[in-house]
């Protein structure tokens, strides 16, 4: 059954799209800038770009997650959602949040937009990935927390699964998790150990409740399985992921000051996060194999059954490799943590975005399915995105590999600058298949808008 008030997600997914387009454009400035290092400089300096790629992405899959559960938690409750009004009042403040605080990285010199935002009253900014403005922050907390009471109230006013539990808990610790951002110690060590409680325990910890809880809700949909069935895989999911995730925190506090404990603490519980992610896989394809009905959508099972893949060999193979503190040792900051960022975020979090995105959107808009035409451009573009961000993670990896040996592990170790000119290679092939990518996104975008005819006449 659809609700009226589902309707809502509409604007976030099509701003999530958007976003998602932008985060790649400035993927390819900065591939280029490490090429050709005064790519576009002075207008838009490498760090700049950084920042926009980065914030890009985490603003749009917050946008992704944030349309989804409206999507999902009415159909989940079985109850209109609480009020659709702030939903959208919320959408717009974000948006809007969010492209003043872009334009400020690109117009105004960041430490000009720290004294103009009020961060010399509390000091946050200037930290990697989290170098949003004080006001910015704080919008993205009065969003985050309207959002919140909008979902919790819906669920408490209507009927409660495992499914909407889980993705509730998911979004709360997502909240309560970023309010670390403004704590910004003097103390370095005390600033990167509390740094991760967001960084980490967002990507390796309580994203992963979302992302269990989308891929269950679209995999309900289009196998018809029985719900108790999946429930029960989620709660092993959701078991694993925060018994690994939580401890693994300590992967990061190897070499930053912390005690010598957590070498073996985060080696062993870092060592055993891919298999939450292995499970999810299994989970995914298991589902499929057992369907009791064929979707219309086809291309909405493809992207769950891509999700439960590429998060496994990105998040989980990727980040193994180089996660025990003998091999982080030599490794840390180098290509390969690149590599796995690359491959982690797109099979775990933009996938399942896009999964949730082409499950709903047809629905949104009035039909159970895109077109075949429609639906055979959207294969396309996940094949093509899928299997650019394939050669991205190999290219880098080798650049990485490379990088350890010339800068690192050599009897005769290179200066950083000399080692990157050794690695310019892999970096040109980095950026010629980021433009694969981005053809593979345009036709997913495209997709959208073909096809049109044929679902009327039908």
């Given amino acids: 059954m659809q609700y009226k008030s589902q309707a809502v997600a509409k604007p976030y997914f099509i701003a999530a799209i958007g976003l998602f387009v932008a985060q790649i454009l400035f993927g390819l400035i900065l591939g280029l800038q490490y090429v050709i290092g005064d790519f576009l400089f002075p207008h838009i300096p490498f760090n700049v770009a950084r920042m926009v790629h980065t914030n890009a992405l985490i603003v749009w899959l917050l946008m992704g997650f944030m349309g989804g559960a409206y999507y999902m938690i009415p159909e989940e409750a079985e109850t209109e959602l609480f009020s659709p009004k702030l939903a959208l009042a919320m959408f717009w403040i974000f948006l809007v949040a ?72 998911g979004l709360w610790g997502l909240a309560v998790f970023f309010l670390f951002s403004f704590y910004n110690p003097v103390n370095v060590v005390l600033d990167k150990f509390f740094w991760w409680w967001t960084v980490h325990l967002w990507v390796e910890g309580v994203w992963e409740l979302i992302l269990g809880a989308f891929l269950a809700f679209v995999l309900i949909k289009t196998t018809g399985v029985d719900r108790e069935v999946i429930e029960k895989w989620l709660y092993v999911i959701v078991t694993l992921t925060l018994i690994t995730g939580i401890i693994g925190t300590g992967h990061h506090y190897y070499w930053i000051g912390t005690p010598e404990y957590w070498q073996w603490w985060g080696s062993i519980f870092s060592a055993l996060e891919p298999i939450p992610f292995f499970a999810m896989t299994v989970f995914a394809f298991n589902m499929v194999n057992r369907r009791r009905r064929e979707h219309p959508n086809k291309a909405a099972v493809l992207w769950a059954l ?22 982080n040792y030599y490794t840390h900051g180098t290509q390969i943590t690149a590599a796995h960022g690359h491959m982690a975020f797109y099979g775990a979090y933009v996938m399942v975005n896009l999964t949730i995105i082409s499950y709903a959107m047809p629905i949104l808009r009035g039909r159970a399915a895109n077109s075949n035409k429609s639906q055979v451009m959207e294969m396309w573009s996940f094949w093509l995105m899928t299997i650019a961000i394939v050669f991205i993670t190999l290219f880098l990896t080798a650049a990485g590999i490379l990088q350890v040996w010339l800068q690192r592990a050599s009897d005769t170790p290179l200066p950083f600058m000399v080692a990157q000119d050794k690695i310019a290679l892999f970096y040109w092939m980095r950026e010629w298949t980021g433009v694969v990518f981005l053809i593979g996104l345009l036709v997913y975008v495209a997709s959208f808008f073909v096809g049109g005819r044929e679902e009327k006449a039908a």
């Fill in 306 to 327: 891509g999700t439960g893949v590429m998060a496994f060999l990105g998040a989980g193979i990727w980040g193994f490799l180089h996660t025990l503190a003998p091999v």
């Fill in 98 to 169: 969010a492209a003043l605080t872009v334009a400020g990285y690109l117009l105004v010199p960041y430490s000009t937009l720290a004294a103009m935002t009020g961060n010399d009253i509390l000091e946050t900014m200037g930290r990697e990935f989290l170098e949003q403005p004080l006001i910015t922050k704080v919008g993205i907390v009065i969003v985050a927390l309207a959002f919140l009471f909008n979902i919790s109230m819906t669920v408490l006013k209507g009927k409660k699964t495992s499914i909407s539990l889980v993705l509730l808990l």
